[in-house]
């Protein structure tokens, strides 16, 4: 089976754009979530999307939002970027929601100048 | 809300030498607790992880790990370590409430270098 797939895998971006990133979870594989890795504040959750509904969100603004879609890809999207948006956003999937094991895809960069 | 603490930010181990991670965790009922490793520009891979049953576990690349309620600990050991294994660790606890899935809580990973 492929694994869980992310694209980009390196984003620059200036303040205030907007950014989309996508995720592919692993095949039959219905819930995705979403991390945040900085040095800093290390790896927090964002959010959790299964069968299309996001069931969890983690303490972040509403600048970060997302959607998944029927055949489970989920998009992530960050409007009015920030430095402090600077990150690797990580995508899990897991075939019944986070109590299942989650497997991470390779992230994606983000730099925001 | 749950917590989780990896007490060490780096560790260096010769090569071939035993290792020994530490995690403690703080959650109100029985958590479910993972190790990932991640290589520099990676993503994590999944190490092991105890979900009920034995509370000694094993996982890939021969590690292994140990949960101890009465200590709120989740170690993660390996008898002899390889170059390879030079990475960032991290433990995570997962916490379910009625609405589903809270999404996993990390450590803030412990630094693994292997001297030759």
């Known amino acids: 089976k492929a694994g869980v797939t992310q694209t980009p895998r390196y984003l620059i971006k200036t303040r205030g754009q907007q950014v989309t990133l996508s995720c592919s979870p692993i095949?039959?594989?219905?819930?995705v979530s979403w991390y945040q890795q900085t040095p800093g504040q290390g790896l927090q959750f964002l959010f959790e999307?299964?069968?299309?509904?996001?069931?969890n969100k983690g303490n972040f603004p509403g600048r970060f939002s997302g959607r998944q879609f029927s055949n489970s890809r989920s998009e992530m999207n960050v409007s009015t970027l920030e430095l402090g948006d600077s990150a690797l956003y990580l995508c899990?999937?897991?075939?019944?929601?986070?109590?299942?094991?989650?497997?991470f895809g390779p992230g994606t960069r983000l730099l925001v100048l | 809300a749950q917590s989780v603490t990896q007490p060490d930010i780096h560790i260096t181990v010769s090569e071939g030498a035993s290792l020994e991670l530490r995690c403690n965790y703080s959650?109100?009922?029985?958590?479910?607790l993972f190790w990932y490793v991640q290589s520099p520009g990676q993503g994590l891979q999944l190490l092991l992880k105890?979900?009920?049953?034995?509370?000694l576990v094993q996982g890939i690349k021969g590690f292994e790990a140990e949960f101890k309620r009465s200590q709120s600990s989740f170690n993660l050991r390996k008898p002899s370590v390889h170059w390879s294994d030079a990475a960032e660790y991290f433990c995570?606890?997962?916490?379910?409430?009625?609405?589903?899935?809270?999404?996993?809580?990390f450590g803030k990973g412990t630094h693994l270098i292997i001297q030759p």
């Open positions: 095949s039959g594989h219905r819930s």
């Open positions: 899990a999937s897991s075939s019944r929601g986070s109590e299942e094991t989650q497997y």
């Open positions: 999307y299964f069968s299309e509904t996001q069931r």
């Open positions: 105890y979900f009920s049953g034995d509370t």
């Open positions: 959650y109100g009922a029985t958590p479910y």
């Open positions: 995570a606890v997962g916490a379910y409430s009625g609405g589903g899935a809270d999404g996993l809580t």
